[in-house]
């Protein structure tokens, strides 16, 4: 399944790769979310070695853009080379943002159930002990055709209280839509404009 990133309205294809210390001895590379800290949480999704992966043009970041779920020895989620037959969902890195002083939300459209499967939870926040604002990251899968939206509450110094996305196909997710360019989209689709 192809992998996608979405940040702040933003729909990237792969993600970024990090090397995480795993019980201070050895180095892992996959996919973080969140944030260590007091009232915050990092997610790891690792990658198994024969994940294809791409570096940058400097050669300063790896990404990946394929892969499937597979389970570590522990039982644990982990990506796996893509298997050919697994292309009906795309897997997205969601890096959802707060405002100042807020929190944040993962919906469908209509602010109903959660169109996704989440496999990574992990959590990002503001101040000493994460009290001042705080907000929920995944890493999850989506069938072709879910529509789903990111909410964000506090101080968004003008930016959108939310985003919208469609996965129009394995390959291709639309989005970033403010509530009034989802309609507009809506109404392109049914022919009426």
């Not at 890096?95 to 496999?119: A, L, W, Y």
């Not at 002990?129 to 939206?149: E, H, L, M, N, S």
């Not at 990111?150 to 939310?162: F, V």
Request: glycine letters at 14%.
């Amino acid at each position: 399944m192809k992998i996608f990133t979405i940040d702040n309205g933003e729909v990237i294809p792969g993600s970024l790769i990090k090397e995480r210390l795993i019980a201070g001895q050895f180095t892992v590379k996959g996919i973080i979310i969140g944030q260590p800290g007091r009232g915050r949480k990092v997610g790891f999704l690792p990658l198994a070695k024969d994940v294809p992966t791409k570096k940058d043009n400097n050669g300063e970041t790896e990404w990946v853009f394929y892969g499937s779920l597979g389970r570590t020895y522990k039982n644990a989620p982990k990506l796996i080379k893509e298997l050919p037959d697994d292309r009906e969902r795309v897997l997205c890195v969601l890096r959802t943002h707060i405002g100042f002083r807020g929190h944040n939300s993962h919906t469908g459209v209509n602010e109903d159930t959660f169109p996704g499967e989440k496999i990574i939870e992990g959590m990002i926040a503001q101040g000493a002990a994460g009290r001042a604002g705080y907000g929920d990251q995944y890493i999850c899968t989506f069938p072709v055709g879910a529509k789903f939206k990111t909410s964000y509450t506090g101080r968004l110094y003008g930016k959108p209280s939310s985003h919208i996305y469609v996965v129009e196909s394995s390959e291709k997710i639309l989005g970033g839509f403010t509530e009034e360019e989802y309609n507009y989209y809506n109404e392109l689709i049914a022919g009426e404009i």
